[in-house]
């Protein structure tokens, strides 16, 4: 009697357990994983010929989605600064004095609005269209994107 209940209780157990890994995997499903999700967005947008040139400014910034900043909840995969003058999808601001001597940067609510955000910076400085890898990289370090005066050299690296 005590061997029937214990497979009952296991079969029970096994049942939760593929269960709850099949909720995990619907809650996920379609939301994909954070260079997915910037693909994505990307593609769905005007900048989808960009689309190499900005995941390299992403893989920069983030050290391929390792720092700080672009773990959640802050999402922030392009080092964003806080945003004071244009249209943003910055949902809150962060300061670590670990980081940058404390500058504010940009909280976003996922990785997707995060790209959406890069791309209304993108409207805002006017990029032209047509520019290649090289292009694309010396007009973003044009408008002051980065602080680091080895930034576009480092860009143009990544150029294939």
């Given at each position: ?14 049942y939760l357990l593929?269960?709850v ?40 910034e ?5 720092n700080?900043?672009?773990q ?5 995969i ?8 244009r249209?943003?999808t ?23 609005s995060a790209?959406?955000d890069?791309l209304?910076?993108?409207d805002?400085?006017?990029i ?10 010396a007009?973003?370090?044009s408008?002051?994107y ?15």
């Amino acid at each position: 009697m005590f061997g029937i209940v214990n497979a009952l209780d296991y079969m029970g157990i096994i049942y939760l357990l593929v269960l709850v890994i099949f909720l995990v995997f619907l809650s996920m499903r379609g939301k994909g994983n954070a260079l997915s999700q910037v693909k994505q967005v990307i593609r769905r947008s005007r900048y989808a010929p960009y689309e190499a040139f900005i995941i390299n400014q992403m893989n920069i910034e983030s050290a391929y989605i390792t720092n700080t900043l672009s773990q959640p909840p802050l999402y922030n995969i392009f080092s964003m600064s806080a945003v004071r003058v244009r249209p943003t999808t910055q949902i809150d601001t962060y300061s670590n004095p670990q980081i940058d001597g404390g500058q504010l940067f940009g909280v976003y609510s996922s990785y997707k609005s995060a790209t959406e955000d890069m791309l209304m910076y993108l409207d805002y400085v006017r990029i032209p269209m047509g520019l290649d890898c090289q292009g694309y990289n010396a007009f973003i370090v044009s408008k002051g994107y980065a602080v680091d005066p080895n930034y576009e050299e480092k860009l143009n690296a990544m150029c294939k």
